[in-house]
C-alpha cells in the first residue's frame, strides 16, 4: 500500500505513549493500565477515528505518504510507570522504526509529563532515541497535552511540538490534525522550523486554568493565538502550564512559538508571552474552604452545591479513594441528599457481590494509596451493582469504554457512595451516570477533578474547592518536593529574569 508520488512519497512512523504521571501517588502503571483504556499495535492504530490519533489520520490518510503504525498507549493518570512497561513499548517503537525503509518522518502523540521508575522524562528520553536513530535530518512532530513538563531533550530533539489549546481538553482530534498539518507543512515546503519555549517556575492547579470564560488563562491562551493568526510567519503557538503534581528540576509553563524560519521572532514572543503568564501569577491561587465549612455554608443555601476535592483527582493520578469529605458529610449532612465516589477494590468487591436492599458493615477508602487519610468504617445498603463499564462522552477518550471493574452504588442514610474498584478519568461524570442516576437531585456532590465537572454543572453555582490532604491539591505551595525549590507560590520574592528558563531547537 505503499503510495509513491513525486517526492512526496515513503514513510511516516506513527506512534507513542500518552499519560499523565504523579509522583506523589503510590499509584504503579503497568500494561494492564494501558490494556484497560487504549493499547494498540500496528494496523489497529489506523483503525481509531477519534482523540489524536484519529485525527492525524484524518490529515495523513489524504496525503501521499504512507502511514507506518507502531504502538499507541494511551489511559487514566496514575503514579510513575513500570520500567519494564515503558521499556517494553519504547522498544516495540524502535525496532519499527529500525526495520523500516524510506524513513520520511516521525509523529509522536504524546502527553508531555509521563515519568517512570527510573526516567524523569519520558517523552524526552523516547524523542531522543529516536532522534539518535534516524539522524538530525529527518523531522519528529510531537503532540502534547498543555499540562506537560516540556523539557530540554523534547525541545532540542524535535522538529516542532504542539499542545492541546483547550482546557477542559475538548481538542486532542483537532491537535492531532494540526500536527499532521505542520508535518506535511514541513515535508511538502522542505521547512526546517525554528521553535523557542521559555518557561517560568510557576505551579498552579488547574482550578483557575481554564481556557474558556474570562479566567487569566484563557486570556493569556487567547492573547498568543491572536499574536499566530496575525503572524503568518508563525507555524504553531502553545501554551504550556506545567503538570505541578510530577517531581523534576525546572518545572514551569510558558509559551512555546514555532516559526517557519526565524528564531528571533520565535523568541521574542514566546518571552513577551511567558513574561505576562508570570505577571499575572497571583490570580492562579485558588480560595480554598475546609470540607466541614463548606458543608455548613451549602446547608444554608436553598440550592445544590458541589464539593470539589480535587487533591483526590483520578485524572491527576490519585487514587480517588479518599474519604476526607464524605466522613464530614456523615457527620454533619447525614440527611442531605449527597452522592460521592470513592475507589476502593476491597470494599467494591464485597460489594458487588451482593444483592440491592442488603446491608454490609465495610471498611472505606485509603486503601489504594494509604498516605492522605484514615479509612472509614460503615454500615452500608447495597443499592445496585455492575460491571463498572461506561462511555465517554466528549474529551481524550470520547466514545470509548472506560472500566471502573467490579462497582457498586450503597447508601449510608442519605448519602449515595459509588464505589469502584479502578480509578477512571472523569470528564462528563459518566461514572455517575451509568447508574442512570438523575444528578440534579443531590442536594452535595462530591467531585473529584479541578475542572472537568464544569461539563456537567455548569448550572451550579455554589462550588467549593476544598482544602484537602491528597497527591493533587488545590495549591501547590505544601507540596514536599525534592527537586524543585524556587518556584511561586512557595517563594515569593523571585524575579522573572533570574528565573527565566529557555530552549530552542
Ligand atoms: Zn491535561
Redesign the pocket.
Known amino acids: 500500500m505503499n503510495k509513491k508520488i513525486g517526492n512526496n512519497s515513503g514513510n511516516i512512523i506513527l506512534g507513542g505513549i500518552l499519560t ?1 504521571c504523579n509522583e506523589f501517588s503510590i499509584n504503579i502503571m503497568t500494561q494492564e493500565n494501558f490494556e484497560r483504556y487504549e493499547y494498540f499495535e500496528d494496523s489497529k492504530i489506523l483503525e481509531l477515528k477519534n482523540g489524536v490519533v484519529g485525527g492525524m489520520l484524518s490529515i495523513l490518510n489524504k496525503s501521499a505518504f504512507n502511514i507506518a503504525p507502531t504502538v499507541f498507549a494511551s489511559c487514566s493518570p496514575g503514579g510513575v510507570i513500570t520500567d519494564e512497561c515503558y521499556n517494553n513499548i519504547k522498544s516495540k517503537i524502535i525496532s519499527r522504526i529500525k526495520n523500516i525503509k524510506d524513513l520520511r518522518a516521525v509523529i509522536l502523540p504524546l502527553h508531555g509529563a509521563a515519568v517512570t521508575e527510573t526516567i524523569g522524562d519520558l517523552e524526552g528520553d523516547l524523542i531522543t532515541s529516536i532522534r539518535k536513530l534516524i539522524g538530525k535530518e529527518i523531522p519528529i512532530v510531537v503532540t502534547l ?3 506537560a513538563h516540556v523539557t530540554e531533550d523534547m525541545v532540542t530533539q524535535s522538529s516542532a511540538i504542539l499542545a492541546w489549546e483547550t ?1 477542559p ?1 475538548l481538542d486532542p482530534y483537532e491537535t492531532g490534525i494540526r500536527g499532521a498539518k505542520i508535518l506535511r507543512s514541513i515535508l511538502e515546503e522542505n521547512l526546517k522550523p525554528k521553535m523557542f519555549f521559555s518557561k517560568v517556575p510557576l505551579l498552579h492547579s488547574a482550578i483557575n486554568a481554564s481556557t474558556f470564560g474570562e479566567t487569566p488563562f484563557a486570556e493569556l491562551m487567547n492573547n498568543l493565538k491572536d499574536e499566530e493568526k496575525n503572524n503568518p510567519n508563525i507555524l504553531s503557538t502553545s501554551f504550556i502550564h506545567v503538570d505541578p503534581y510530577i517531581d523534576q528540576e525546572n518545572m514551569g509553563g510558558g509559551a512555546i512559538v514555532i516559526t517557519k524560519d526565524n528564531i528571533e521572532s520565535a523568541k521574542k514572543i514566546s518571552l513577551k508571552h511567558t513574561r505576562k503568564y508570570w505577571d499575572r501569577r497571583q490570580e492562579f491561587e485558588p480560595e480554598l474552604y475546609k470540607p466541614d465549612e463548606a458543608i455548613k455554608d451549602g446547608l444554608n443555601k436553598k440550592t445544590n452545591a458541589l464539593l470539589v476535592e480535587t487533591a483526590d483527582a483520578c485524572g491527576g493520578g490519585a487514587a480517588g479513594d479518599s474519604v476526607i469529605t464524605l466522613k464530614d458529610l456523615v457527620k454533619i449532612a447525614p440527611e442531605s441528599k449527597s452522592l460521592v465516589h470513592v475507589v476502593d477494590p476491597i470494599a467494591a468487591m464485597k460489594c458487588s457481590k451482593m444483592q440491592a436492599g442488603e446491608i454490609i458493615e465495610i471498611l472505606l477508602g485509603h486503601q489504594v494509596d494509604n498516605q492522605w487519610g484514615e479509612p472509614i468504617k460503615i454500615r452500608v445498603k447495597i443499592e445496585k451493582v455492575s460491571d463498572g463499564k461506561f462511555k465517554y462522552n466528549g474529551g481524550i477518550w470520547d466514545n470509548t469504554v472506560g472500566e471502573m471493574g467490579p462497582t457498586a452504588l450503597v447508601s449510608i442514610n442519605e448519602i449515595n457512595i459509588l464505589i469502584s474498584t479502578f480509578g477512571t478519568y472523569e470528564w462528563n461524570c459518566e461514572q455517575f451516570l451509568s447508574f442512570d442516576l438523575n444528578l440534579d437531585s443531590y442536594k452535595f456532590v462530591v467531585v473529584k477533578n479541578p475542572m472537568n465537572y464544569k461539563n456537567t454543572f455548569s448550572h451550579i453555582k455554589n462550588i467549593y474547592v476544598l482544602d484537602t490532604q491528597g497527591p493533587t491539591p488545590p495549591t501547590c505551595k505544601h507540596l514536599k518536593f525534592k527537586k524543585m525549590f524556587n518556584y511561586f507560590p512557595k517563594e515569593k520574592d523571585l524575579k522573572f529574569d533570574d528565573i527565566l528558563i529557555s530552549y530552542n531547537n
Open positions: 499523565e497535552d498543555l499540562h482546557y481538553h
